[in-house]
């Protein structure tokens, strides 16, 4: 399928390697330079926003519609690649394709994050939106409800774009979140069958987005910082005359109780005639804490530790010890407060949250002052003590060519320059089979050639940082969000 898009607009986050593709791919025996290892035997998917309709200069780059980019890997081959937009219903009449099911509640389609649990393959996104599931090839069979255990109707916080895996168990957990319902997140638990066997309601201080969280074997770990609801970006576009109505009753409604589903239309739609925007914004009088929920607790038992304020849009990873929950993240300084169409406040840098459970006192200790985005770790040890960690530089609301690695033991990072004209994506660690070192493995990600024009998937050794091979792709694979390694069924 392809598409033909108007020229650039102003916005940066629809020029360069933002900008979208438009068209759809499949290309089969990739070139690969190097040698991949055997033991790569399956899917490496990514996703990321790529916008099917004509943007005004105010694009907000999260609101694109998704794209799945992925390359299968076996034998030492690279098999395939291709990419595909998530079939949402507007996207599906877009292209002049019949619906592929009907979410019930907000349908926007899924452009954050992609991976494999219980043998769906499901492509996520936040802020009431169901997942949407897709075949190995990556067309899309239609929205998800976990076998009708995830409620789809207005006003539920639909599912997160960042789950977490117990490596031991085989669950999925999650924290969901939504305007529509007012100051309650939902906790979540998927079973190894794909079915929620657990849905517990948290109370927060009022309407935050909550993009990420952490696990570890005893808690949940939940951010709740003041990146919150804003009730005058949402209405912007209601007419004059009206706003104060609309303001009032939305007032007494967000950060309080849920919100009717006809105001939930009114502010998806944008207004009358503007495009979505994302309705959150930097809130200095929203004070900022961690909260730590044990694992089989209901909400009321959530603890709560003050931080100074800041926003992080990733956890790298936690871990329960003795009677601390230590916490690893990238820290923003603040969010959407002077720039608002992405993440661009500042350097922002890993920090360690030390939440001790006997004084209730928070401590923050800084680790790497490099600017970065999009930790990743061994997650054969999510929710267990961890050494290492990568990410990738990020700098001016972009990422850059610098791939890191971090030894927390040590103190050290060292870092890899992939090489001027070339842009890096996130890294995600594939370990070596078999009982083996928590960095004996291989990095994957997407990079970026500026002078090709072209893309290809690197392969990088975790330890070391040097390269392994590269598969050289067909098209470019625009910057975009997570990707995760999805293994053959053995």
Known sequence: MTLTHPAPTTSRFLRDNFAPVTEELTAVDLTVTGSLPDHLDGRYLRIGPNPIHEQGEH??????????????????????????WVRSADVATTLGEPARG???????????????????????????SPPYELTHDLDTVGPCDF????????????YSAHPHEDPETGELHAI?????????????????????????????????????????????????????????????????????????????????????????????????????????????????????LPRDAEGDAIRWFDIDPCFVFHTLNAYDD????????????????????????????????????????AREDGFDQRSQEFPRHDERLTGRR?????????EGGRTGDAVLRHDLDAGRTDVRRL???????????????????????VLLGYVFDHAEGRSHLRVLDAASLEDVAAVHLPGRVPAGFHGNWAPTES
């Open 102 to 128: 009907a979410p019930g509640g907000s349908d926007f389609a899924a452009n954050t994050n992609v991976l494999e649990h219980a043998g769906r393959t499901l492509a996520l996104v936040e802020g009431g």
């Open 322 to 361: 003795g009677d601390t929950v230590v916490v690893d993240v990238v820290k923003h300084p603040r969010m959407f407060d002077t720039v608002l169409d992405g993440p661009d406040e500042g350097p922002t840098v890993l920090s360690r949250f030390t939440l001790d459970l006997v004084t209730g006192r």
């Open 176 to 292: 969901s979140y939504s305007w529509m319902r007012g100051n309650r997140v939902d906790y979540s638990v998927l079973d190894p069958t794909g079915r929620i066997r657990r849905s517990v309601d948290i109370t927060v201080h009022g309407s935050p987005m909550i993009h990420d969280f952490a696990l570890t074997e005893r808690h949940v770990v939940v951010l709740d910082l003041p990146v919150t609801f804003d009730l005058a970006a949402a209405t912007a576009d209601v007419p004059r005359v009206a706003r104060p109505l609309v303001r009032g009753l939305l007032g007494r409604i967000v950060g309080r109780n849920p919100v009717p589903e006809p105001m939930i239309a009114r502010v998806a739609r944008g207004g009358s005639d503007g495009p979505p925007s994302l309705p959150y914004r930097w809130n200095p009088d929203y004070p900022a804490r961690i909260g730590v």
């Open 147 to 158: 076998g009708g255990t995830l409620p789809s109707v207005p006003g539920r916080p639909g």
């Open 419 to 441: 090489g001027d004209g070339l842009e890096a994506s996130e890294f995600c660690f594939v370990p070596t089979p078999g009982d083996t070192a928590e960095d004996d493995g």
């Open 386 to 394: 961890h050494r290492y960690g990568w990410a990738v530089g990020f």
């Open 59 to 84: 694009f907000h780059w999260f609101l694109g519609e998704g794209m799945v980019h992925g390359v299968h890997l076996r034998d030492g081959q690279a098999q395939w690649y291709r990419n595909r």
